[in-house]
């Protein structure tokens, strides 16, 4: 019997080798390798230096022929509403025909949820097929019950072989196609078990194709790692047209839906929802719920203006300095950037005067929201300044900039959009860069531009 063949395939970039090795020449990172087992040629095909002919060419369909780029129709794709307008903004628009987009998150951040309330909703005027491998369907069913969900005309399937939902898909023809999840399915051809690297690549490959052959809309739900990473090889992101990561924990009731990969739209597209007895409900005004302060107010709180997608949004920074007892202070950061935290530090000590060595310095972004623009640097280090100095910050005071090393205010995109919104939810003032400030301030917000860090302190 011959002996089957192997390779070692790295879980990150996706790089083949032929023999084990302890890290990855591509990507240089260490014990990513996985043996995947490769399947056995079929008789008489044609690869690598095989299928020249014997004019020196390469056999293949020759029917094919090349298009002038000006040639190429620019009508508009049809799109398909997710009935869920905070899911089509993070989507660009709406579900594209033949598109596959990739859904991932952490246990119970609401994956399943989110798509069987598109399914159910889309199913009373579409042809939808649920496909669960992780579920029974009297499960399935349970929760749609209980989340009070429109059931007639959804189309259940408790599967995990590929080969048996391809053949159910060609029958049926749905318009939209869910998967829940990828890393559950498997494909029989392969000797390996489900959520290997061979699986799921191969899997994904193959309802891919299916979606691009036959203008299905392909939903797959992804299990993320414990650093949040997809789980998985490297190259299912590189397959599917649109990566979505669902964020947020158990102890939040809001859920934000980002846009990691979108051929479709822009990257970084931000939807919010709120997890409710009924489901996931949509947030249209997330300034609003991110806002919801007390009264009193405290010192090291900020309200800043931050750029998600395609429109602002208003959060609030939250300082906590507190003098440390360790030799080593500490610098926690949740929903910024911990090493840019230090950075900024650094900075205000050069530049602003404020020793921080000797403190602990804490800082959240209220409300879940993960900050990854460089525009929250002015607001993080004035609150970082009030709460140095126990001095509590105007309530109707707003703040926006990117801060250099040599302690400059530099501007950062879609200024005056930031500001206007700013002064729709009531706010006087504002604290920007000069790049951004407007010729004419909108009635009731005073702007005060500044350009260097001692101008900002001076302001407050």
Known sequence: MAKAKSAFVCTECGAEYRKWQGQCSSCQEWNTLSEVRLSEARPGAATGAASKTARGGYAGDLSREVVDLGSVDLSEVPRLSSTFAEFDRVLGGGLVPGSAVLLGGN????????????????????????????????QVAMRAHRLQLPVQGLKMLAETSIETILAVAERERPDILIIDSIQTMHLEDIASAPGGVAQVRESAAALTRFAKQSNTVLLLVGHVTKDGTLAGPKVLEHMIDASLLLEGGADSRFRTLRGQKNRFGAVNELGVFAMLEHGLKEVKNPSAIFLSRNEEQSPGSLVMVVWEGTRPILVEVQALLDESALGNPRRVAVGLDQNRLAMLLAVLHRHGGL???????????VGGVKVLETSADLAVLLAVVSSLQNRPLPRELVVFGEVGLSGEIRPVPSGQERIVEATKHGFKRAIVPRGNAPKRSPEGMEVIAVDKLAEALDAL
């Open 107 to 138: 246990p119970g951040a609401g994956k399943s949820t989110l798509l069987l309330q598109t399914a159910c909703k889309l199913a009373q005027s579409r042809q939808v097929i649920y496909v669960t491998g992780e579920e029974s369907l009297s």
């Open 355 to 365: 020793f921080t060595g000797d403190q602990d310095v804490f800082l959240n972004v």
